[in-house]
């Protein structure tokens, strides 16, 4: 795991500036990669950095950028590629007479990429990736992400005062330390990130700098061009483009690995049961594999608690565990993690939480996260990677389970919710969604813990008023499936009075979450599983992770999100994914195997901290500072009435506007630290 970053020239630059330039952008992700650093530049246009956190190999023979056997390439790399031994052996069968120097798997790329080619190389790789690659026979660059965005890459046009660049990195800090750096906020983006709590690929907070979409390669050929065309932002998932010197790409289709997968499916559920977790397994061994200690976050839910399972059954000796828990119990699952723990026989340290520890890593991350993200489970991330970082450097988790497998609440809502709306006709669904509304959050919770005491059933979804109340908030706007979806994934369905100055329409808003659905029929539970694979999950949960992870030097490694997982995932009908009411069926008969059931089914929570109660508390003068109305009027982005209604409305209890207020106060955040 490591940060890169690089310049390409448009303007003639002095080959010392283009060198120190790149210098100082991989400088600023020193915490990517305190173990070493390198540059590369051919000392007219181009110039490649690296900071490395040493996982396989430690040696100085990993060092990057590092030059293929052939002279051809140049790569920095972040990442790993878990069956790189197995790529070794494939070069070796064509070619027996390459020689290693490295037990690296960037060396192992670089072969790949000689000897078989940069685009026929990409589909063998089974890993994370995000990898800047010069060419010096064609004299071009490659900028290559992996299969689902586990590790960032943005790209970009800066005007400096050393005149015009072509720039990459891991994270957008390593551009504002070009000299001259100016690009504006994008208010196209910062009305993008009030509807999801994060910006969307392909757009970054700035203007003309982008992210490389999940699966994608850009190719530049010569120099690259003067400005960005507009249209590299409609793109769209299966889209590509070729502009002037510009070439972009998907060299990997999800929507085609879908199609592929559904086309074999499991018609028997042992053989379902019996394949996924062969396959866990296989996976877990390939991403156990580290020259460094190696652990595993657990929080004590199915996905992590699976994962660590299979991994103890590997060992042979007690792998150590990591979880944190909070003084509030409504959000403390630390106690569910340590007896899974317990069962299991790892080695378990766990970290409690306070709203005062909290309120001392708030002020950083407006830098560890580089743009606006307001995923307040970011906060329980950083701890448990800070604790983990103490014992290891490399840890695995256990995200995506509920894309694949069908974990998320409204994939069991969804169907329910629109069979339910499809049933009113448009004139009286105006009256309803007042009724439903008309009743508080904490009213529908109440009722619906009565109603399951009385008719003897399981508590198994969480906030259901808050549930309640966003329905009912959209019901009027609800015709599509993709209506629905959008419903569920967004926080703030028109901020159009929120964010000055900007004039996006609602298609365009919401392209993202309508991506074209694979070519064969789809339920509505496995749409929506579709569109959080190739948007929140890269979007949000990935770039959680990552950044949590690595501002503490710390890798975390994804099984579920291995190729073979995802298709096998895919494979199994949603009614072996979903059944009795319950996702994740074939994760639980797997775990039960190792997990007593009792130790496990509990309502669904997520990694949440108690955000909207430290906010009437302990960080009541902190919001209260960046949404002071004369601030906001004065920086001239959002709406300071629409903001203090909110903000008062939530103080009061009337209502519990705390993703929407934490919204604000992260851009609010970051906008301050970089004033």
Not at 307 to 316: C, D, F, G, K, S
Request: with cysteine.
């Amino acid at each position: 795991m490591c940060g890169i970053a690089g310049i390409f020239s448009i303007d003639q630059q002095d080959p010392d500036i283009l060198k120190n330039t790149a210098k100082a952008m991989a400088d600023e992700i020193a915490h990517r990669g305190p173990d070493d650093s390198g540059i590369w530049s051919n000392n007219s246009s181009i110039a490649l950095s690296h900071r490395r956190l040493s996982i396989i190999d430690t040696s100085s023979l990993g060092h990057q950028p590092m030059r293929s056997a052939s002279d051809r390439f140049i790569i920095s790399y972040n990442g790993e590629i878990y069956n790189h031994q197995l790529l070794r052996n494939k070069v070796l069968e064509s070619f027996p007479k390459h020689q290693w120097k490295s037990s690296s798997d960037t060396e192992t790329l670089l072969a790949m990429f000689d000897y078989f080619g940069v685009q026929n190389s990409l589909p063998h790789l089974s890993g994370m990736f995000a990898i800047a690659l010069w060419d010096n026979q064609e004299e071009s660059l490659y900028l290559i992400r992996d299969r689902m965005g586990e590790k960032p890459l943005y790209f970009g046009w800066i005007e400096s005062s050393h005149g015009k660049s072509f720039v990459f990195s891991s994270e957008l800090k390593c551009l504002r330390t070009i000299n001259g750096f100016n690009n504006s906020i994008s208010r196209r983006a910062l009305q993008q990130y009030f509807r999801f709590l994060y910006v969307p690929a392909p757009f970054s907070i700035y203007k003309d700098i982008y992210k490389l979409d999940s699966g994608c390669v850009l190719k530049i050929s010569d120099a690259p061009p003067q400005h960005p065309p507009e249209s590299i932002v409609e793109v769209g998932f299966d889209g590509a483009f070729k502009y002037q010197s510009l070439h972009l790409s998907r060299w990997y289709n999800f929507r085609d690995a879908v199609q592929n997968a559904k086309s074999r499916p499991f018609s028997d559920e042992s053989n379902a049961i019996t394949s996924v977790e062969a396959t866990l397994n296989n996976v877990i061994s390939m991403q156990s594999i580290s020259d460094v200690p190696l652990g595993a976050f657990l929080s004590g839910g199915i996905d992590s608690s699976l994962i660590v399972a299979l991994m103890q059954e590997q060992a042979n000796h007690p792998i150590q565990t990591f979880t944190i828990g909070f003084d509030d119990k409504k959000f403390d699952e630390s106690l569910f993690a340590a007896a899974v723990s317990k069962h299991i026989g790892t080695d378990h340290h766990e970290l409690m939480v306070s709203s005062d520890d909290a309120k001392s890593l708030i002020p950083s991350l407006s830098s560890i996260y580089d743009e606006p993200f307001a995923d307040s489970s970011q906060i329980p991330t950083y701890f448990v990677s800070k604790s983990a970082k103490e014992k290891v450097t490399v840890s695995l988790s256990g995200d995506a389970g509920d894309e694949l497998f069908g974990g998320y609440n409204r994939y069991l809502l969804g169907p329910r919710v629109f069979s339910l709306i499809n049933k009113f006709p448009s004139f009286a669904r105006g009256p309803v969604s007042k009724f439903l509304t008309m009743v508080s959050a904490k009213q529908w919770d109440a009722v619906y813990i009565f109603l399951c005491n009385i008719l003897q059933r399981e508590n198994t979804i969480s906030q259901v008023g808050d549930k309640i109340h966003k329905t009912a908030a959209r019901f009027q706007s609800i015709h599509t499936a993709d209506d629905l979806y959008k419903s569920f994934v967004t926080e703030w369905q028109n901020a159009d009075g929120l964010v000055i100055g900007s004039s996006v329409d609602e298609k365009e808003l919401f392209n993202l979450t309508t991506a074209a659905l694979p070519n064969i029929k789809l339920g509505l539970e496995e749409q929506m599983m579709f569109r959080d694979a190739i948007t929140y999950l890269s979007g949000d949960i990935l770039c959680k992770v990552d950044r949590a992870a690595m501002s503490n030097s710390l890798e975390t490694r994804v099984p579920f999100l291995d190729p073979s997982v995802i298709e096998i995932a895919w494979r199994i009908p949603i009614d072996m994914k979903i059944k009795n009411k319950q996702g994740k069926w074939v994760l639980r008969e797997i775990l039960y195997k190792y997990v007593p059931k009792e130790l496990i089914e509990r309502p669904k929570t997520g990694f949440g901290v108690p955000i909207g109660d430290w906010l009437k508390g302990p960080l009541k003068d902190w919001a209260e500072d960046l949404l002071d109305q004369e601030k906001l009027a004065q920086q001239g982005y959002l709406e300071p009435l629409i903001v203090h209604k909110y903000w008062k409305e939530h103080l009061s209890g009337s209502r519990d506007w705390t993703f929407r207020i934490w919204s604000i106060l992260m851009f609010q955040s970051w906008l301050q630290s970089i004033e």
